[in-house]
């Protein structure tokens, strides 16, 4: 699935940034993610949400501060993002799994990412 995120930039501490992912194809039956990566680092799952959107879960080092939903009728994810820190400073990547069971979809593994990412910046 073709993912096209968007809504990164550069904010001062305590700002807040949404990010938006658009999906090229109906998204409606797959668990979606977002993703965090920074040079020489491995990539972190921020947040996950379910297919039909009744159920997410956040890393615990954004809980509180980033929400993510989902507009299936617009083939669009979100990660809304309050209370920035440096340490947030990333590219963000949103990722797709096509999954029945939560639990597989909360595990954060075997996403397919489609897109070129997201820059956020905090300083």
């Known amino acids: 699935v073709q993912l096209v995120e968007s809504g990164g930039g550069s904010v001062q501490t305590g700002g807040s940034l949404r990010l938006s992912c658009v999906a090229g194809?109906?998204?409606?039956?797959?668990?979606m993610g977002w993703f965090r990566q920074t040079p020489g680092a491995e990539r972190e799952g921020v947040a996950v949400?379910?297919?039909?959107?009744?159920?997410?879960t956040h890393v615990d080092s954004v809980k509180g501060r980033f929400t993510i939903s989902r507009d299936n009728a617009k083939q669009t994810v979100y990660l809304e993002m309050i209370n920035l820190k440096p340490e947030d400073t990333a590219m963000y990547y949103c990722?797709?799994?096509?999954?029945?069971?939560?639990?597989?979809?909360?595990?954060?593994?075997?996403?397919?990412?489609g897109g070129q990412g997201t820059q956020v910046t905090v300083s």
């Open positions: 949400i379910s297919a039909g959107g009744g159920a997410t």
């Open positions: 990722a797709s799994l096509r999954a029945t069971r939560w639990r597989d979809c909360a595990s954060y593994l075997g996403y397919n990412y």
């Open positions: 194809a109906d998204v409606s039956d797959y668990c």
